[in-house]
């Protein structure tokens, strides 16, 4: 007897990749994007006061914390005076305008404060901001 209509050939199995592809570029789009957010997160909890004017820097800067025992910390690490020196003027050799941003607990003493602001000044830095936290209300 003949057939009416022609069999069918078998088809192997494939794997469609290009769905694979696209997860794959959508995950590598994801951990750069968040890696960019994971900047200078060696930082001291430090109690910044609260400032209604507080504005926020969109710009890479240079952050020094004073913890309100008056010990100075640049990422995460204690350092002395002689040392800040040092490292602010390796900051600002590139250009004096380099952000320097001093984060200073607010129970920090004020002598303290002012100290470490005269010793960016004479290593350099021309542009210093201290930091505070958005007054809400």
């Not at 001093?102 to 901001?129: H, Q, S």
């Amino acid at each position: 007897m003949k057939k009416l209509l022609p069999e069918k050939k078998k088809q192997k199995p494939q794997i469609i990749v290009t769905n694979l592809i696209d997860i794959i570029l959508l995950l590598v789009f994801f951990f750069m994007i968040t890696s960019s957010f994971a900047r200078n997160n060696e930082k001291l909890p430090v109690n910044v006061p609260k400032a209604s004017t507080a504005q926020t820097m969109e710009s890479e800067n240079f952050s020094v914390q004073i913890t309100k025992d008056g010990r100075i910390f640049i990422s995460g690490k204690n350092i002395e005076e002689t040392l800040l020196v040092e490292k602010v003027k390796t900051w600002v050799s590139k250009s004096p305008d380099r952000p320097v941003l001093v984060e200073a607990d607010e129970e920090a003493n004020y002598g303290k404060i002012v100290t470490v602001l005269d010793i960016m000044r004479k290593a350099g830095a021309a542009n210093i901001g201290l930091a505070t936290k958005p007054d809400v209300k």
